[in-house]
Each structure stands twice: as structure tokens, then as C-alpha cells.
């Protein structure tokens, strides 16, 4: 079972040339008690034995955002809930249409819209006690777009033991 989120989340480095971090902060229930995201209050994180989270911010040739949201949970249980609230929350508020790729992990989707400012996917994936969240705002619609974004999943699911 893997531990820490910080860890899991990919460097610079891994992300890539022309890819640079300009956000990243880690946290648990005790250093933010009253940590929530869109489909989770802190009761269902404490429910689902939320242990860490990793959240990073990096920006690719100086225009594309992706963020990556790491988080570990107590056993595979907590994460699947956790997944699975973040994919009803996702479909349910308009973020997208399903992309079909492969299969990253032990369950994964990926969801797409465009707008008047690029194009922007979200990947989410579960593997044992993590779940993992990336979502890239491109300015430019091209082709690589999902083959980047899951080839970055892919990177962070090989980190995770």
C-alpha cells in the first residue's frame, strides 16, 4: 500500500520540457481540519479515511495549465468512494463529455469540453489506495492532447505500489 501522495505526484522532470511547477501543497485532516473539495465535505473524507493530499499546479510552454490532485486513503475502500463521488460530481455539473481511452489503474475515465479558452480534459483514476484527479486546460486543440494527458497518468500510475 502506498503512503504519501507528495510521492506519487510527478516532478517537473517527470512532467515533462517546458514544464514547470508553480503550485504545490500537501496537506491532511489535521493540518487543514476543514479540508473539502466540490463532491466531498471533511465528514466524507473522514469517513473514507482520508489520509493526504497532494496538490500541484504546472503550467507547459508557458500556456497550458494541468493540475494534479493526489490522494491517499486508508485502504482501497475510502479511495473507490472517493472516486466515484468525484465522477457523479463531474458528470453531473457539466464538466465534459467522456473521451474513451485505455484504462488507466483499476477504473479511469476522462471527460472533455470546449470553450471559447481551449479545451480542457479531466482524468480520473483509482489503483489500490489512491485516487488521482489531472485536469489540463490546453489553449490549443490538437490531436496529442488526451495521449499528453494520459500519458502523465500513466507516469503516476507506475509510482504507485
Not at 71 to 85: H, L, P, V
Not at 92 to 107: A, F, Q
Request: hydrophobic residues 35%; proline residues 2%.
Amino acid at each position: 500500500m502506498t503512503g504519501r501522495s507528495i510521492d506519487i505526484a510527478l516532478t517537473q522532470a517527470e512532467a515533462g520540457e517546458k514544464t514547470e511547477i508553480v503550485y504545490e501543497n500537501v496537506c491532511t485532516l489535521s493540518t487543514e481540519p476543514e479540508l473539502c473539495f466540490n463532491y466531498a465535505t471533511t465528514h466524507d473524507l473522514k469517513k473514507w479515511g482520508f489520509s493526504e493530499g497532494c496538490f500541484s499546479c504546472l503550467l507547459k510552454d508557458k500556456k497550458d495549465t494541468i493540475i494534479q490532485v493526489i490522494t491517499t486513503y486508508k485502504d482501497n475502500e475510502g479511495a473507490k468512494e472517493a472516486y466515484e463521488a468525484d465522477a457523479r460530481y463531474l458528470k453531473r455539473h457539466g464538466y465534459g463529455k467522456p473521451v474513451i481511452t485505455k484504462t488507466i489503474g483499476e477504473s479511469s475515465f476522462m471527460l472533455m469540453k470546449k470553450d471559447s479558452e481551449g479545451i480542457t480534459y479531466n482524468l480520473l483514476f483509482l489503483k489500490n489506495n489512491i485516487f488521482a484527479a489531472i485536469s489540463a486546460k490546453y489553449k490549443k486543440d490538437i490531436p496529442d492532447n488526451p495521449g499528453h494527458l494520459t500519458g502523465l497518468a500513466e507516469k503516476i500510475e507506475a509510482k504507485i505500489k
